[in-house]
C-alpha cells in the first residue's frame, strides 16, 4: 500500500471508522451547498429585517426595551435557536427515512467495515457541523444589524452545535422507528411549531401563565433560547446557564442511545 493510500485510510491513521460515515454526508453536501444558502443566509436576514426592523420599531416605540435591550437584539437570539432547530429536525426526517427506505443509503453503508453506531454518529456529527456552519452566518447577519453585545457571542457557534446534535438525537430515533414519511407533518405541526411559537424567542418567558412557563422549561429550545441570548447580551445566570446546558448534554446523550437502538433494530438483520 502506497503512502498516499495510506494517509486516506481511516483505520491506518488511527482514524475512528465513523468518520467515514461523516465522509459521506461531507461529500453530498458538497455537491448541493448552493441550495442551503437560503437557509444559511437570506433567511436570517429576511427574519431580522421583517421581524426585528419591522415588528421590532412598532415594540420599541410602544414597551421602549424588552429585557433591556432592543426587541431587535433580544428576538435574534431566538430566531438563531429556531434556526438550529430546523436544521437538525430537517436533516434527521425525511432524510433519515429516505436513506433507509428509498436510497438505502445505510445499507451500502453496512456493507462497508461501518457499524450501525458508526453510521449514527457520522449523521448526528455531521448535524453538528451543520449547526455551526448554519450559526456563523447567522451570527454574522446579527453583528451586521447590531444585534451583538458581547465578544462572548462566538461561542454561539460550538453552542449551536450541541444544539444541533441535541436537537437530531431523539429525531433521528424517531426518523429511524417509523414506517411511512405521513408521520413527519404531525411531527412538525405538534412539535416543532408549538416548541418554536412558546420558547421564550419572541417574548420573556415570564409573560406566560405560570403553567405554560413550567411547560416550556421542560422543552429543549427554551434552554437554548436562553444560552443564546445571555452569549450574544452578555448577561448571565450561572445556575441558570449550568442548568440550561445540562440539559442540551442529557438529551444529546439520552437520544443518542435511542438513535443507536433505533438504528440496530431497523439496519441490522
Known sequence: MTDATANNNPQRVGWPTWVR?????????SRVWKGSITTSFLFPTLYLTA????LGSLVDHHVHHVGGVRYLAFLAPGLL??????VATGESTFPVLGRIKWQRT????LATPLSATDVVIGHLIWIAIRGAMVSSIFLLVMLLFGCV?????LLVIPLASVAAFAFAAPTTAFAATTKSENSFPLFYRFGVIPLFLFSATFFPLEQLPTALRYLAQAT????????????????FFPVQNLVDLGYLVALSIVGWRFANK???RRLVV
Do not use: C, D, E, N
Not at 421581524?51 to 419591522?54: P, Y
Open 81 to 86: 435557536a429556531g434556526t438550529i432547530l430546523q
Open 262 to 264: 433505533a438504528f440496530k
Open 149 to 153: 453585545h458581547s465578544p462572548l457571542a
Open 51 to 54: 421581524m426585528g426592523v419591522g
Open 106 to 109: 445505510y445499507y451500502a453503508m
Open 220 to 235: 429543549p429550545l427554551v434552554h437554548v433560547v436562553l444560552l443564546m441570548r445571555s452569549l450574544t447580551l452578555g448577561t
Open 21 to 29: 460515515a461523516l465522509w459521506v454526508h461531507g461529500f453530498f453536501y
